[in-house]
């Protein structure tokens, strides 16, 4: 059965497209201590390919696990949920269909990676901007959207940014969601929702069909843009620091996500874990302290941008600093004029303003230009923490291939101090526990929720370590549920007990599934039973 | 089987909240001249309730049709899509379950209307607004977002602004969207997607369930709040401005979807059709001109909010104007402070201005007013335009009891001068020929789209109008779609031909529907086959 469908894959997309044995390599690699059994790699190059491709799976009955460029580290990365799942590699489908300067959009295909539609802009000269995730240059804009990853700043809630897509359901069928099935159709890529039901949702965090072609909103160059720091020095001020962001989201003087970045994160983003001192347990407080004293690093460290006409990007300064007043211990605000003076005296001003001028400019330019909507792997070296093998220079990180130990745990925690405190109250003991850091940033997804993004990082060639970080992983979702937080995404590590749930909305979802895919040969196990 | 079903009606709800016979009237009367057969209706006053209404409609094959306040005004009113469904009406269900003023959502059942939230924020006196859409006062809000309805000024997307749903499936379970399916969820109202596929979009214009519950954000009240009123006295203005208006929303200048009311559509607001001079033909543009001139209406009229702090209004103003400049002949901003001066010196405001004060205070009044969250009938008067029977009081419209003859053709438009040119060109010739006014208003629902609402108002009591004005409707429908516009929201008029296409979309979702009602008991023939 297995060998007529690989036969039926080599004529259908030629045999240079069907990998098998050791070209398999990098599909298996994972930064999870989870190896999954995977047979095939396929590689088909359009639409009419994918059709055929579902097709053969149906008729031999292989499931397949579509990946775009297989970068969801941390949630499984290139694995299927299941043994014996082929891989659908999309990464040759990678072309800009349509780019629309007027109406700020572009249609893409899955392998369109985000430093791609950064070059593409440029090429064309058209002053849009996208809104980069933190997993790096080379991430596939339509797999972070569908499994509704984020950024900060403008249209950093990728699904709601997402207008429009094409999909190939499991019967080779093609649906266009939106106003896209109708012929001509003019508002496909401009309006959400179409008419009837509005289905995209359903083809977000499942594996209902083959994304295509998904349409994307970008973000017109503002005529005034700065990205806006602040640092509260006591966990005294978190509090009402967070009561007063929540009330600039609302009035909308910040565009798009904001990010709370505890004093741990930025150190594990600047630092290398000290092995020979620490030897497998957790950053002290003393060292924490020490180290963050040193690279000036606050125990709350808050980022966000504001946008717009030179007027309104003033009146956002003098907001937040009104707002913020008392509740943070520095409050900045960072345009190209001030990076330029940066760049250009970095002696004078590091020793005026007692700080280490290039290694502030290497962190400022990247978070800076990510809301400016240039990709960067400025998060990326987080997942090196405990990778004993060292650290590569960031332009080559690959955190899979590099056996890097990172696990995502990214619950949703209502945007007041009460909510998180509790939630800290549950974590912590968690990870002391089990010797990890507690590293979370906190992303103003809405105005009115955090999305805690609490990565684990462990060294992956110790099992005893890994073993314990599959066990503090558990822990925590398992107390938190108890407490009432639930994560926004789910991966390998987690799938399958979370969708085998007694409970309805799993049951509805995997039925919404066989009406589409009877055979479940897409994807099976993923977002579903 | 139906006496049977109606039996068990009674005894589930007891016998005062079935109705037959007689009783029926309200459920019947309808703007469009189409009439269907209508059983009975049954008033569930819970969600359980409901589950047992369901399993009695599954057990004896009865078609159900779900209203909630049942003022869907132009496009069916309270009338099923097909004949013999049982009207559930949901408004007994009528508790704002839930208030949280730190967070500002809250939870609804089908039944509370806008007037009704209203009342319940100023008795709790917290300082939060509903976004009201021109349906009404007594309009449910939780069905106008079921139905992607919109109004003006903050959180104007009902739907993006909807978070969590509560739904009685056919088979009697109960479905909890986002994280509202887990025990103690803290995020179910104020996360949208939750995690796995997000299942809402099924539920809005749609079948598949009853939603009994909805999470709906509100707007916390603003530091400041204006309205901005523009005006173009020219066609030629018209395209500079749309441009100038695309590029204001894209920086975020105006909190919501902006309108821009054609004269026309204005004047239908504040005159009555005369009858004598015209007999049953559109009001000519010698007639148009004159009135507008009177009533000191442009050609192209536009109003939007700006909100946030002081300092934002401010800017806000400043930006608006330095768009807007050379492109619109009047633009002007309204906040409590200048609507207190105009009330307090109408006579010599009136004489120093040379504007009639009361009548422009009432037309503004109440779009500033609902723009800050106070439902209104401003927009009624319009389904009386051709009404021989003449116009209740404002606070009395209904306009299906008083037999007004209102249909609503509503297409997505891109945000451009050319689309829009382009839709004109196949809409105007249409409407002139079949002796209709063309009254269109462009709602900038979001960055990159209009959402066109043109009524067909007609006399509903004569025949041949009423047959005018549904084979315009058809007309209109066909040749948009011919030049690439498609309409957001359906109606009795015209969904049985919209859901027949030979199309995958409607196949989908019918088969979707099919997987959660196979005997296909609720709402028959509702965006789906």
Same sequence: chains 1, 2.
């Avoid at 980022?303 to 003033?314: M, N, T």
């Avoid at 509805?508 to 579903?528: E, F, Q």
Wanted: one cysteine or more; hydrophobic letters at 40%; glycine letters at 8%.
């Amino acid at each position: 059965m297995f060998e007529e469908a690989l036969a039926a894959f080599r004529t259908a997309l030629g045999a240079d497209h069907v990998l098998t044995g050791d070209a398999l390599g990098r599909y298996g690699a994972d930064t999870l201590p989870i190896t999954r059994q995977i047979p095939a790699a396929i590689r088909p190059g359009s639409v009419e390919e994918v059709q055929q491709v579902v097709r053969i799976a149906a008729a031999h009955e292989v499931p397949l696990y579509p990946i775009s460029t297989g970068q969801n580290w941390g949630y499984g990365t290139s694995q299927p949920m299941r043994d014996g799942s082929v891989i659908v590699d999309l990464g040759r489908m990678n072309r800009v269909v349509e780019l629309n300067s007027e109406l700020a959009y572009v249609v893409l295909e899955p392998g369109v990676t985000q430093r791609q539609l950064f070059e593409h802009l440029r090429q064309q000269q058209v002053r849009l901007w996208l809104n980069p995730t933190g997993a790096g240059p080379d991430c596939s804009i339509l797999a972070n959207t569908l499994e509704r990853g984020f950024g900060i700043g403008p249209n950093g809630d990728h699904f709601m940014a997402q207008c429009g897509m094409e999909i190939v359901l499991p019967n080779g069928e093609i649906l266009r969601t939106g106003f896209g099935h109708y012929p001509g159709a003019r508002s496909t890529w401009v309006y959400k929702y179409g008419v009837g039901p509005y289905l995209d949702g359903l083809f977000t965090q499942s594996g209902l069909g083959i994304v295509t072609k998904m349409g994307v909103w970008l973000v017109p160059e503002p005529e005034a843009f700065e990205a806006c720091y602040f640092m509260c020095n006591s966990e005294s001020q978190f509090g009402p620091a967070v009561e007063a962001l929540r009330g600039l989201l609302f009035d909308g003087v910040f565009r798009g996500p904001v990010n709370l970045l505890h004093r741990d994160r930025v150190l594990i983003m600047l630092e290398r874990y000290p092995w020979d001192a620490l030897a497998g347990r957790q950053l002290d407080e003393a060292r924490a302290a020490r180290l963050a004293h040193e690279k000036k690093v606050a125990i709350w460290n808050g980022v966000g941008c504001i946008a717009g006409s030179r007027e309104q990007v003033r009146a956002a300064r003098q907001t937040i600093k009104r707002a913020l007043r008392g509740k943070v211990s520095k409050l900045a605000f960072l345009s190209e004029q001030r990076l330029a003076i940066l760049r250009t005296f970095p002696k004078a001003i590091s020793v005026l303003m007692n700080v280490n001028v290039p290694e502030l400019l290497h962190s400022l330019s990247s978070s800076y230009g990510m809301m400016r909507g240039t990709p960067s792997k400025v998060a990326l070296p987080l997942a090196y923490w405990r990778n004993r093998r060292g650290t590569p220079d960031t332009d080559d990180m690959n955190p899979a291939r590099d056996r890097c130990g990172l696990m995502w745990f990214a619950p949703i925690i209502p945007m007041t101090p009460r909510d998180v405190a509790d939630f800290r109250a549950v974590i912590e003991p968690i990870m002391r526990k089990h010797d990890f850091e507690c590293c979370i940033t906190l992303t103003a997804v809405n105005e009115r929720c955090f999305d805690c993004t609490l990565p684990l990082m462990y060294d992956l060639e110790n099992p005893a370590e890994a073993t314990r970080a599959m066990a503090c992983y558990r822990e925590l979702s398992e107390r938190c549920a108890e407490a009432g937080f639930y994560p926004y995404r789910l991966g390998l590590q987690s799938m399958e007990k979370e969708v085998g749930r007694d409970d309805i909305f799993w049951t509805v979802a995997t039925s919404l599934k066989r009406t589409l895919d009877p055979g479940n040969i897409l994807a099976p196990g993923r977002y579903a039973r």
